[in-house]
């Protein structure tokens, strides 16, 4: 049997009397590699915002590796192993691409309060961050500054920074957004390369069904604020006309 | 890379010779005085873009360290006697930490505007104590007569004292700024919610900031007492928080040295307009507005714009 590494349980979050999240309940098996789809508003950033703490739930209980989250603070969520993307790239624009993974990687190790030895002290810290950019394909740009790359390559970065945290669960907010459709499909494979290469319990965040179903193992449905459906990816294909019905509008599942 | 890297260490060893040459240059003393005044508005300028910057925090209350610095080595010197000069300067850099640890801990709570706000009023606080204490500090009139001990009783004596604690402070600032702890600074000001997002407090980091640069501000406010021998509580006004602010924009907040040249522009400026005219500040307000529009990034960060567009 395998083991849940995240558990929700009746989550509610409401901004100023508007229901964000409503009475959420699901649990992650650990090493699975999941989506979370809906339509725009429906929540999805709310939840991984709850579940690293940035938001504070206000019923319900969130629990990551046994660990009840409440009242823990990010920080000490992302340290018990839990990383996350962003939706817009959140990177450190001015920095080089190798400084944004290998401020990660000291951070990791525990070397950011080192105020004295110059970053190039840190061989082996800087080679596990170019291993990294390596992974992502973004090697031969670790030179450049961050807000030289490309969309695409900004949002790969974002990746980067929250795997070199070797994260146990990684949450993944709509990695392909903003991608040209070739692209999309690239990161949807790399996606699946890098959860087996880091050994991880992968959630992400994705609009597109066609690339949903492609990769994902477990999906589920997200829609004004409540859990629709969840199953495996013909499970919900199936479902998909009922959703469809429900949701009236296909185009809804494009998204922006 | 390598080679803008090898010219600019070249390049700032030719400064550092000069800087100890200058003395035997046939100058005045009156230059090597302006030229002391020049490091130390420099280091104090360093020590304040650390926040400003290198981590994104604008600070209106630097003279509040600046001055304690001052007043801590002109009280000593006054009430024990010359001996005293170098110990206060590590009494008042000591000390400092206590009290910018405290003020950092009500300060940082707060950040942008707020932060700023709160730094000024509790500058303002400190000018208003050292102005109106008049039996302890002399209020308006000041502190005169802050002799440091004979050996370094000549302006080049001083002024070689001052060059190596400053030299040996931007030696140490460089490092702070080069070192994870620097990175994560950097970092922490351009998106401070990521860095909490690496598991790392981000109030820590600016609590820490604060401290060092508190120090620095003490050690120049230290070394000025010792120039001209006296000081004044305007040392602690904002107007000189105002000025350290001024000299970074105009060096270039983006760049190690900017605040540092930029505070040796508005010295110079100060000195030699104003020996011809009372409007010397207002001759400020148009060059800085100036810069301002034609060079955003500051005087050195166009010039490093310059130099990676020749690739030199
Ligand atoms: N910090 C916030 N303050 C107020 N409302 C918020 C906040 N975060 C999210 N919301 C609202 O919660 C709803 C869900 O948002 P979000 O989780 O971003 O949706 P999704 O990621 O599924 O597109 C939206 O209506 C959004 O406006
Ligand atoms: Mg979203």
Same mark, same amino acid.
Request: glycine share 10%; charged share 20%; hydrophobic share 50%.
């Given at each position: 049997?395998?083991?849940?590494?995240?558990?929700?349980?009746?989550? %509610?979050?409401?901004?100023?009397? *508007?229901?964000?999240?409503?009475?959420?309940?699901?649990?992650?098996?650990?090493?699975?590699?999941?989506?979370?789809?809906?339509?725009?508003?429906?929540?999805?950033?709310?939840?991984?915002?709850?579940?690293?703490?940035?938001?504070?739930?206000?019923?319900?209980?969130?629990?990551?590796?046994?660990?009840?989250?409440?009242?823990?603070?990010?920080?000490?969520?992302?340290?018990?192993?839990?990383? %996350?993307?962003?939706?817009?790239?959140?990177? *450190?624009?001015?920095?080089?691409?190798?400084?944004?993974?290998?401020?990660? %990687?000291?951070?990791?190790?525990?070397?950011?309060?080192?105020?004295?030895?110059?970053?190039?002290?840190?061989?082996?810290?800087?080679?596990?961050?170019? %291993?990294?950019?390596?992974?992502?394909?973004?090697?031969?740009?670790?030179?450049?500054?961050?807000?030289?790359?490309?969309?695409?390559?900004?949002?790969?970065?974002?990746?980067?920074?929250?795997?070199?945290?070797?994260?146990?669960?990684?949450?993944?907010?709509?990695?392909?957004?903003?991608?040209?459709?070739?692209?999309?499909?690239?990161?949807?494979?790399?996606?699946?390369?890098?959860?087996?290469?880091?050994?991880?319990?992968?959630?992400?965040?994705?609009?597109?069904?066609?690339?949903?179903?492609?990769?994902?193992?477990?999906?589920?449905?997200?829609?004004?604020?409540?859990?629709?459906?969840?199953?495996?990816?013909?499970?919900?294909?199936?479902?998909?006309?009922?959703?469809?019905?429900?949701?009236?509008?296909?185009?809804?599942?494009?998204?922006? | 890379?390598?080679?803008?890297?090898?010219?600019?260490?070249?390049?700032?060893?030719?400064?550092?010779?000069?800087?100890? &040459? &200058?003395? =035997?240059?046939?100058?005045?003393?009156?230059?090597?005085? !302006?030229?002391?005044?020049?490091?130390?508005?420099?280091?104090?300028?360093?020590? =304040?873009?650390?926040?400003?910057?290198?981590?994104?925090?604008?600070?209106?209350?630097?003279?509040? =360290?600046?001055?304690?610095?001052?007043?801590?080595?002109?009280?000593?010197?006054?009430?024990?006697?010359?001996?005293?000069?170098?110990?206060?300067?590590?009494?008042?850099?000591?000390?400092?930490?206590?009290?910018?640890? !405290?003020?950092? #801990?009500?300060?940082?709570?707060?950040?942008?505007?707020?932060?700023?706000?709160?730094?000024?009023?509790?500058?303002?606080?400190?000018?208003?104590?050292?102005?109106?204490?008049?039996?302890?500090?002399?209020?308006?009139?000041?502190?005169?007569? /802050?002799?440091?001990?004979?050996?370094?009783?000549?302006?080049?004596?001083?002024?070689?004292?001052? !060059?190596?604690?400053?030299?040996?402070?931007?030696?140490?600032?460089?490092?702070?700024?080069?070192?994870?702890?620097?990175?994560?600074?950097?970092?922490?000001?351009?998106?401070?919610?990521?860095?909490?997002?690496?598991?790392?407090?981000?109030?820590?980091?600016?609590?820490?900031?604060?401290?060092?640069?508190?120090?620095?501000?003490? #050690?120049?406010?230290?070394?000025?007492?010792? /120039?001209?021998?006296?000081?004044?509580?305007?040392?602690?006004?904002?107007?000189?928080?105002?000025?350290?602010?001024?000299?970074?924009?105009?060096?270039?907040?983006?760049?190690?040295?900017?605040?540092?040249?930029?505070?040796?522009?508005?010295? #110079?400026?100060?000195?030699?307009?104003?020996?011809?005219?009372?409007?010397?500040?207002? /001759? /400020?307000?148009?060059?800085?507005?100036?810069?301002?529009?034609?060079?955003?990034?500051?005087? &050195?960060?166009?010039?490093?714009?310059?130099?990676?567009?020749?690739?030199?």
């Amino acid at each position: 049997m395998m083991k849940n590494i995240l558990q929700l349980k009746n989550v %509610r979050k409401s901004f100023d009397g *508007f229901l964000a999240i409503d009475d959420v309940s699901f649990a992650v098996a650990e090493g699975e590699l999941s989506a979370i789809i809906g339509p725009n508003g429906a929540g999805k950033s709310t939840l991984f915002n709850l579940i690293t703490g940035y938001y504070e739930i206000d019923r319900g209980e969130i629990t990551y590796a046994g660990i009840n989250i409440k009242g823990r603070g990010t920080e000490a969520i992302v340290r018990e192993g839990v990383g %996350r993307s962003f939706q817009v790239s959140s990177i *450190f624009q001015e920095e080089t691409v190798l400084d944004n993974v290998r401020l990660a %990687r000291l951070a990791k190790e525990n070397k950011t309060r080192n105020f004295r030895s110059p970053l190039e002290k840190f061989e082996e810290t800087t080679e596990s961050a170019y %291993r990294i950019l390596e992974s992502l394909g973004l090697g031969n740009q670790a030179e450049r500054y961050a807000y030289e790359l490309a969309h695409g390559d900004q949002k790969l970065l974002d990746i980067g920074i929250a795997l070199a945290l070797e994260p146990r669960l990684l949450l993944l907010d709509e990695p392909t957004a903003g991608m040209s459709p070739e692209e999309r499909i690239q990161t949807t494979h790399l996606i699946e390369k890098l959860w087996k290469e880091y050994d991880l319990t992968l959630i992400f965040i994705e609009h597109d069904m066609d690339l949903v179903f492609e990769i994902a193992q477990w999906i589920r449905v997200l829609h004004q604020g409540s859990l629709l459906a969840e199953g495996k990816p013909d499970e919900i294909r199936e479902n998909a006309d009922v959703i469809g019905a429900y949701l009236g509008e296909d185009h809804l599942w494009e998204g922006y | 890379m390598s080679l803008k890297r090898l010219n600019n260490r070249i390049f700032l060893a030719g400064i550092v010779v000069l800087l100890f &040459l &200058l003395p =035997f240059m046939k100058v005045s003393e009156y230059v090597v005085i !302006l030229m002391n005044e020049i490091i130390v508005w420099g280091l104090f300028a360093l020590a =304040f873009n650390l926040l400003f910057g290198v981590s994104g925090m604008l600070s209106f209350g630097q003279a509040l =360290f600046y001055g304690f610095g001052a007043y801590v080595t002109g009280l000593m010197v006054i009430h024990f006697g010359a001996f005293w000069f170098i110990p206060s300067i590590l009494i008042g850099m000591t000390a400092v930490i206590a009290i910018s640890i !405290l003020l950092g #801990l009500i300060t940082i709570r707060l950040s942008g505007v707020y932060f700023t706000m709160l730094t000024l009023a509790f500058a303002q606080l400190g000018w208003e104590i050292v102005f109106k204490w008049y039996s302890f500090t002399g209020g308006d009139d000041g502190i005169q007569g /802050i002799y440091p001990p004979d050996f370094l009783g000549t302006p080049k004596a001083y002024y070689y004292f001052s !060059l190596i604690l400053v030299l040996l402070s931007v030696w140490i600032i460089r490092k702070f700024v080069n070192s994870p702890y620097g990175l994560t600074l950097r970092c922490l000001r351009q998106n401070p919610i990521r860095v909490s997002f690496l598991g790392r407090k981000v109030k820590n980091y600016q609590l820490g900031v604060y401290v060092v640069s508190a120090i620095f501000s003490s #050690l120049a406010g230290s070394l000025m007492a010792g /120039i001209n021998g006296s000081i004044h509580p305007g040392m602690l006004n904002w107007t000189t928080s105002g000025e350290v602010i001024l000299m970074s924009v105009l060096g270039g907040i983006g760049q190690f040295f900017g605040p540092f040249l930029g505070g040796g522009v508005i010295v #110079l400026i100060e000195d030699i307009i104003g020996a011809y005219t009372e409007y010397w500040s207002f /001759i /400020i307000g148009i060059i800085m507005l100036l810069i301002v529009l034609l060079f955003p990034k500051g005087v &050195l960060g166009e010039f490093s714009k310059l130099r990676r567009r020749l690739k030199i």
